[in-house]
């Protein structure tokens, strides 16, 4: 029985070697790595203006995965830590990138959760109404950090309960219509 068990691990254990081996050389991995590089801007960032703090977050969370240590996420990484964000979605975002970085987030944490609602859910920024969609946000931030308040957990998670559709979905609002995006957001 004890054989049999280590054969079971030993061959898990070389599949996967092998398959992260094969997914790490891939052309198409290889290509869109390359594309990523030679498009970003000379101040770290990535995408336009407008959209380069989500645009960096978003790519940032890609290269941590798959080029960790390369000059392109370093960089990435120093520009968003630079950026003074407010608004919730930009918050957490923010936070989940350089937490993972291993970038301190103090005080964007501090910010995170004086943005929370007296109903427990969080708003775009600290005078907007709660929603789903950065209530959710707020709470996969605070994931990402080991967060160890629980009861503002708790009561954000309970914000989301109460404003779930009938039909068991969330829509990106309290009483919005139920969509496959929101509601998969939650339940991650």
Not at 154 to 171: E, F, I, K, P, R
Request: charged residues 10%; hydrophobic residues 40%.
């Amino acid at each position: 029985m004890t054989k049999k068990i280590l054969n079971i691990i030993t061959a898990c254990v070389v599949l996967l070697f092998i398959s992260s081996l094969s997914f790490a050389t891939s052309p198409s991995i290889t290509n869109g790595l390359s594309w990523l590089t030679a498009n970003q801007n000379s101040d770290g960032s990535f995408g336009i203006t407008e959209t380069s703090l989500l645009d960096t977050t978003n790519v940032l969370d890609s290269l941590k995965l798959l080029q960790p240590t390369s000059t392109s996420y370093l960089t990435g990484v120093t520009w968003l830590s630079s950026q003074s964000v407010t608004s919730t979605d930009f918050l957490a975002r923010q936070i989940m990138s350089l937490s993972s970085a291993g970038v301190g987030i103090t005080s964007d944490l501090t910010n995170l959760i004086a943005n929370k609602n007296t109903d427990n859910g969080w708003g775009g920024d600290l005078s907007s109404t709660s929603m789903i969609i950065d209530t959710t946000l707020a709470l996969d931030a605070l994931n990402a950090v080991n967060y160890s308040n629980q009861a503002t957990i708790s009561n954000a998670l309970l914000y989301l309960v109460t404003n779930q559709n009938s039909d068991g979905g969330w829509g990106f609002y309290a009483g919005d219509d139920s969509n496959v995006y929101m509601t998969a957001m939650v339940l991650q």
